[in-house]
């Protein structure tokens, strides 16, 4: 129902659009290391018609499947995309993170790169831009759309987006791992109370990465309480207009429909995509994309 429906709204207000351009890699430098992102036109539009701005999931990257069914899917519609690479620390990083490598990351360094692309488009000579984030990375999205967003960015778009709550890490962390993650967290943080933030634990297992090297500092910002992490609560302090999106049998982020539904903000629309997990995978895809669609087919009054 939601693909048709949003296929009737959006065939009215967009032409049907030619061949998309190829993919393009653009590059930025940011605090001393290069960013890369994927810019794919779609046929007939240039970066002054718009751009949907995009931040894949934790550890993930551009290329996932996700992020490429949508922008395909987008280019269809007629919708210019920018798939980021969130660097993770790394110059020029491209794929999945590479667990071996020292992990020296932090969660909030998205929120910078974030900028420093908006910053690109602007530069660039761009139109407006909707960020779109899915996962983790529709967390991070939304916590910068929850501070000073840059005047260009006009949408939010939240696809499964991050949820937490007290005792969450933990319960995680055992799940995965069968280890208490108190003793492991003590430990970084002793390290960071005695300067010692940079210092490397090693055959630590962090995130989806088992036995690997990670900064004291990078545990502790990862696992410590932090209740920015928590889409819902985030998204109170957002003005922009907001299309949350869930999967209705979403296992990674199964709670965030359910919290957005006792969250009534006449600034945010929420779909619910029945039956789709947190991939959104085939045919889901399209309902995500219609629906993304349809939300910027509205104008910044949506």
Partial sequence: MIRIAASLLVAAAVLMPGRPAPAEEVKVNHGGLTLNADLELAGGKTLADGVVLMTHGLLAHKGMEIMTALKGLLAEWGLNTLAINL?????????????????????????????????????????????????RGGNQAARYAAGNPDPAVKRLVLVAPATSNPGKPARGYYRRYKKDLAPLLKKARDLMAAGKGDALMK???????????????????????NPERDTPSVIRRITLPVLAVAGGSDRVNPHFGKKMKKLPQANVKLVVIEDAGHFFRDLFGEDLADAIAEFIAKGPES
């Fill in 87 to 135: 660097s993770l620390d790394l110059d020029d990083r491209h794929g999945m993170v590479d667990c071996p490598t020292p992990h020296r990351h932090r969660d909030a360094d998205a929120m910078g790169e974030i900028a420093a692309w908006v910053v690109w488009l602007n530069n660039k000579g761009a139109g407006p831009v909707t960020l779109l984030g899915h996962s």
């Fill in 203 to 225: 055959d630590v297992d962090f995130l989806y990465c088992p036995k690997t090297t990670v900064t004291a500092a990078t545990f502790a910002d990862y696992y410590g309480a």
